[in-house]
């Protein structure tokens, strides 16, 4: 889960206030799946590869999928179900 206590957060606000602060960064699907990789891929290098690290960013990758679209999407759908009408 993505909710880690706040004074563990603010080692990664730097990091963050540059990627906010970058307007042509992230432009593209493809270049945000480079920034995920390249983040997984550093997590590899550190905790050497085994079953166990490999399991761990695995493990990571799916639950932001699914916290995303438990916090955010299903929000949405419904706001455009709403909107548009629902299909059953």
């Known amino acids: 889960m993505p909710?880690?206590?706040q004074e563990n957060r603010n080692k990664y606000n730097a990091?963050?206030?540059l990627l906010?602060?970058?307007k042509?960064?992230?432009?593209?699907?493809?270049?945000l799946n480079y920034l995920i990789t390249s983040i997984c891929k550093i997590y590899l290098e550190k905790h050497s590869?085994?079953?166990?690290t490999y399991n761990d960013i695995f493990g990571a990758l799916?639950?932001?999928g699914k916290e995303l679209y438990r916090i955010k999407t299903s929000d949405y759908e419904n706001k455009k179900k709403d909107e548009n009408g629902d299909v059953f």
Request: hydrophobic share 30%; proline share 0%.
């Open 62 to 64: 799916d639950c932001i």
């Open 15 to 17: 990091i963050l206030a």
């Open 24 to 31: 042509d960064l992230i432009d593209k699907s493809g270049e």
């Open 3 to 5: 909710y880690i206590k």
């Open 20 to 22: 906010r602060g970058t």
């Open 49 to 52: 590869e085994k079953y166990s």
